[in-house]
Nanobody, 122 residues
């Protein structure tokens, strides 16, 4: 079984920074895309950033130029460095990984972490 565990959330003032981490554990062959999503109270979950196995990145418009996604394939960990945080960044941040279980031909399966809360005060 694959488990994803997020960490690094907390309370920060507007303009501050936080770094989230998400570590994957368990038995698997490879993690393809790793992504960060967030869900604010009363809103739909939205994609924040994604990164491929090779390091290609994509960002949501609201976080572009403020957030940076990166990954360590040896440690099976993805990071989200957040700068210039705004109150509207307040949300539960979830990690998602597309995992191949055994070989290159194994289907890619989605796995989600339980989330970490980020609160930005004004």
């Amino acid at each position: 079984q694959v488990q994803l565990v997020e960490s690094g959330g907390g309370l920060v003032q507007a303009g501050g920074s936080l770094r989230l981490s998400c570590a994957a554990s368990g038995r698997f062959f490879r993690i393809d895309v790793m992504e960060w999503y967030r869900q604010a109270p009363g809103k739909q979950r939205e994609l924040v950033a994604s990164i491929s196995f090779g390091g290609s990145t994509n960002y949501g418009d609201s976080v572009r130029d403020r957030f940076t996604i990166s990954r360590d394939n040896v440690r099976s960990t993805v990071y989200l460095q957040m700068h210039r945080l705004k109150p509207e960044d307040t949300a539960v941040y979830y990690c998602k990984a597309d995992v191949r279980s055994d070989t290159w031909t194994s289907p890619s399966e989605e796995h989600w972490g339980k989330g970490t809360l980020v609160t930005v005060s004004s």
